[in-house]
């Protein structure tokens, strides 16, 4: 990123729960603003290694973290008097650390989930299990973060844009405030549910691109398979009371157009891996960090049958990941399913 920082530090103090890439990157970004950030990592020896040598040693291993950040494996160390806080755990683990983390939270701290994914069982996103914990007054205040983003990107500087969403926008417009830089550019939106949802399923649809593209179906086949991807996602998001105009912004249509596309994504990998012969448990075990989409088609095939929602791209992808369904005969079927307007 920019080696250009502000002259004086940002007063207000920060937190990001969670040394992945993109917790990672997201404290690289705050700190090149001048604002001290405490990262927590679950894993003590990762948090000596980045104030020891400066550098995270499993995720973007190639990038210097500037001396504003300090990591630590104790998450009362790490939320003590903040009033910035970014959760980005993965979907399986934010329940498991909030229900430790809760407790150490400041009153009236902005609160940030950039996590993608729907709860197993629950079925509910990571708003919603935040608010659970944190309770309906600290909830208000919950605020997700979406939208096309690679860390590594994020990382090097390269323009980004995405959406922080909250039911009250006044609090995204505050979260807008403190993280948009020249390179990283936020945009306010009310519909939290939205985004969300699609933060979540577009993860699904781009493992079905990677079979896609792994079975060598062509430009054409990827093209439909991702606008009729993103017609099922806004089918389940305004049937659950979203805004549709969310469906075409970048946490939407944008983020759906990278994660189906782009090499640096975990789950058209996983897809493509698929769609070129490997069996599921194989080109599962090969990964190195998650990939959402695989809890997540479980999640979102049991959402779309509680709520009577047709996607079948989902159920496809659901079927050979946990049915070991052969995925040539799922894409036989979506591509022989009964003919019917494109607006259904």
């Known amino acids: 990123m920019s080696s250009q920082t502000p ?29 001290t950030v405490d990262l927590w990592a679950r894993d003590p020896g990762v948090a000596k290694a980045i104030n020891d040598d400066r550098w995270n040693p499993r995720y973007l291993k190639d990038f210097r973290l500037p001396e504003g950040v300090q990591a630590t494996a104790s998450l009362e160390q790490a939320l003590h008097q903040k009033e910035l806080v970014l959760s980005v755990v993965p979907s399986h683990g934010v329940r498991e650390v909030w229900t430790q983390a809760a407790r150490f939270i400041e009153p009236g701290a902005l609160l940030i989930t950039a996590s993608k994914g729907i709860e197993r069982g629950s079925c509910k996103l990571m708003h919603e299990v935040l608010e659970e914990i944190v309770g309906p007054e600290q909830g208000r205040r919950i605020v997700a973060l979406s939208g ?21 926008e006044t609090y995204a417009i505050a979260a807008q405030a403190i993280l948009s830089s020249p390179l990283f550019r936020c945009y306010s939106n009310a519909d939290i549910l939205g985004v969300e949802l699609c933060g979540a399923l577009k993860n699904v649809i781009a493992i079905a691109i990677g079979i896609c593209d792994g079975m060598a179906l ?20 305004t049937g659950l009371g979203a805004n549709p105009l969310t469906f075409l912004g970048l946490s939407g249509i944008g983020d759906l157009i990278l994660t189906c596309t782009g090499d640096l994504s975990r789950n058209r990998s996983v897809g493509l891996e698929i ?27 049991r959402l779309a049958r509680r709520h009577d ?28 399913r009964q003919l019917k307007s494109e607006v259904e």
């Open 218 to 237: 062509g430009e054409n086949a990827r093209a439909s398979l991702i606008t009729r991807g993103l017609r099922e996602i806004t089918r389940l998001g």
């Open 7 to 35: 002259a004086t530090e940002n007063p207000t103090r920060c937190a990001v729960v969670g040394a992945g890439s993109f917790g990672t990157c997201l404290a690289i970004l705050l700190a090149e603003k001048q604002y």
């Open 275 to 301: 769609g070129r012969g490997k069996k599921v448990k194989d080109a599962l075990q090969g990964l190195t960090q998650v990939a959402e989409g695989i809890r997540t088609a479980e999640s979102a095939h």
């Open 309 to 336: 929602v047709d996607m079948p791209i989902t159920q496809g992808v659901y079927q050979v990941l946990y049915e070991g369904r052969d995925f040539r005969q799922a894409a036989a079927d979506i591509i022989s």
């Open 148 to 168: 096309p983003s690679f860390a590594r990107e994020i990382a090097e500087g390269r323009p980004t844009a995405v959406t922080v969403a909250a039911r009250d």
